[in-house]
């Protein structure tokens, strides 16, 4: 079994910069893909960023850029640094693990607003 917290979510004016952290326990493998997703109301879930197996990372197009996820494999953690943040960043962000099964976390409010 495996369990997601998330933490870092704020409100940040637009500009402003914001890391989110994610603590997984559980049975994690380096090989399993780690990263962040996010919602926004009314909207689908998104990808923001993703570590693949090997260490590279891919992102959704609306944060290349501006967002950046690095993955601590001995604490078990991801993170994503948010630099230059919009109000259309604004949502709800979720920390994911998938090896075979996916695993959500219970996600962060990121608001981003003057």
């Known amino acids: 079994q495996v369990h997601l917290v998330e933490s870092g979510g704020d409100l940040v004016q637009p500009g402003g910069s914001l890391r989110l952290s994610c603590a997984a326990s559980?049975?994690?493998?380096?090989?399993?893909?780690m990263g962040w997703y996010r919602q926004a109301p009314g909207k689908q879930r998104e990808l923001v960023a993703v570590?693949?197996?090997?260490?590279?990372?891919n992102y959704g197009d609306s944060v290349k850029g501006r967002f950046t996820i690095s993955r601590d494999i001995t604490k078990k953690a991801v993170y994503l640094q948010m630099k230059n943040l919009k109000p259309e960043d604004t949502a709800v962000y979720y920390c994911?693990?998938?090896?075979?099964?996916?695993?959500w976390g219970q996600g962060t409010q990121v608001t981003v607003s003057s």
């Open positions: 570590t693949t197996t090997g260490g590279m990372a």
């Open positions: 994911y693990y998938r090896l075979g099964t996916q695993y």
């Open positions: 559980g049975n994690i493998f380096s090989s399993g893909l």
